[in-house]
């Protein structure tokens, strides 16, 4: 059992990275990472629908008639994520206005469905959780870590806007490069894609190197057996 969930959260992690490997969500990942805070605001409000969505979907997976089953994970996501626009509106509604038509469209995102109909739905609660964790963990990394490398390169700036999630005792949090003058590209449309595709080449080579080494590992062991 254990060694299933660690295979769940690799997947999730690195192996089928819902971003880096499955290239799914990009239009809200290319479009609010601007900043760290913008990353980690869209990256939990996901990793939340994705938890709540795999376990609502693993809990009433006996009782859908496979021909409706599509209608009605949409119906459920839907849900959630009206609930959490609605938390959020409240609680962080400057945060919310910035992230703005991002927030509802998480119900189009396709790695939400993908998780459910694949994986939700013919697996029991605590896997189906798990799953929808740590997907949701591999997507929110992508996210604050190409945010906060588009802030730091565009502004020289990194957590600035923590208020906007932590309060007001976290406007000193800010940790800024004096004297920059900032890079504009980072934080326009194409620097977004120059970034993810350093990141996706990085996570390949880092793959590659890892292959490699098994092959010679391998290959030492079946001469010196």
């Known amino acids: 059992m254990s060694s299933d969930f660690q295979k769940i959260s690799q997947d999730g992690l690195w192996t089928n990275n819902v971003a880096l490997v499955q290239l799914l969500g990009l239009c809200p990942l290319l479009a609010v990472t601007g900043t760290f805070i913008n990353g980690l605001g869209l990256g939990i409000a996901t990793l939340l ?14 009782w859908v008639r496979p021909e409706i089953r599509i209608p009605v994970f949409v119906l459920i996501i839907a849900s959630i994520v009206t609930t959490i626009e609605m938390l959020m509106h409240a609680w962080f509604s400057e945060l919310y206005y910035i992230l703005g038509i991002f927030i509802p469209l998480i119900v189009t995102n396709c790695s939400i469905i993908a998780r459910a109909e694949s994986f939700a739905v013919k697996n029991p609660i605590l896997p189906s959780v798990i799953d ?94």
């Open 132 to 225: 929808g964790f740590m997907m949701g963990i591999g997507f929110l990394a992508v996210l604050v870590l190409l945010g906060g490398l588009r802030e730091i390169i565009g502004f020289g700036t990194l957590f600035d806007y923590s208020h906007l999630m932590f309060g007001e005792a976290a406007r000193d949090w800010t940790i800024a490069i004096e004297d920059y003058r900032g890079f504009l590209l980072a934080v326009l449309p194409p620097g977004a894609f120059i970034g993810l595709g350093l990141l996706i080449a990085v996570k390949n080579a880092i793959d590659l190197k890892k292959t490699k080494t098994q092959t010679v590992t391998l290959q030492t062991a079946e001469q010196n057996a």
């Open 49 to 62: 629908t994705l938890v709540l969505s795999n376990a609502s979907v693993s809990i009433i997976r006996h």
